[in-house]
């Protein structure tokens, strides 16, 4: 059964630094999505994109967080220049319609 | 926009027995779709159920099925004869008619007793 991918699943860095989260969707699907879920807190929407273009994007997505479909299957965050709160575990989906599904998720660790 | 709120910050129930989870949410959309996530230790967020807004027919998946009272803006999550597996956290979930936005609740956490 087709599922979607992520890589890492876990990343440390330092604060300030620049972090890339990878993601490969379900090959036919043409939604895609980044979530995130601060551990014990609920799953926040970060943005959605379609069409090689931002479809929708929440208050938590400034201009520190950027996404990319550099080819035909991979999916990226990125996340300029990390702060403390960001840490969080990250979660890509996608869909093909009207009906997600998630990655296992990228623990992101900021020290 | 939507908010969804899920008013039970826990729930117990014991194995083989019955439980309801509860959610409701706002919107001003007539068309939509809502979902029942699980998230187990694994964090994995794993789909349970699903159901369209324009259905009237409650959704049903083996174990699970849902109450959705389209008027009040609620949609229960019931689980039939709970199993250990079940533990987990339970996130319900709004999307919107555009399909761009999928918008959670807190979150349950379900203990199941042996």
């Known amino acids: 059964e087709p599922e979607v991918t992520q890589t890492p699943s876990h990343q440390v860095t330092q604060m300030g630094q620049e972090v890339i989260l990878r993601c490969v969707p379900i090959s036919n699907h043409l939604y895609f999505y980044w979530y995130r879920q601060i551990l014990g807190q609920k799953v926040e929407f970060l943005v959605s994109f379609y069409n090689n273009e931002i479809s929708e994007k929440s208050e938590i997505f400034d201009d520190q967080f950027s996404v990319e479909r550099p080819d035909g299957s991979n999916f990226t965050l990125k996340i300029r220049s990390t702060k403390l709160e960001d840490s969080a575990m990250y979660f890509c989906a996608s869909s093909e319609g009207y009906q997600g599904f998630f990655g296992p998720g990228t623990r992101l660790t900021v020290l | 926009a939507q908010t969804v709120t899920q008013s039970q910050p826990e729930m117990s129930v014991q194995e083989a027995e019955t439980v309801t989870l509860s959610c409701t949410y706002d919107?001003?959309?007539?068309?939509?779709?809502l979902f029942w996530y699980k998230q187990p230790p694994s964090r994995q967020m794993i789909l349970v159920i699903r159901?369209?807004?324009?259905?009237?027919q409650n959704a049903t998946e083996n174990r699970f099925s849902v109450n959705f009272q389209k008027a009040a803006k609620s949609f229960s999550l019931k689980i039939s004869d709970s199993q250990l597996g079940d533990a987990a956290m339970y996130f319900c979930?709004?999307?919107?008619?555009?399909?761009?936005?999928?918008?959670f609740g807190g979150g349950t956490r379900l203990m199941v007793k042996p």
């Open positions: 159901q369209e807004a324009y259905k009237q």
């Open positions: 979930a709004y999307l919107n008619n555009a399909g761009n936005m999928l918008t």
């Open positions: 919107t001003s959309e007539s068309d939509y779709y």
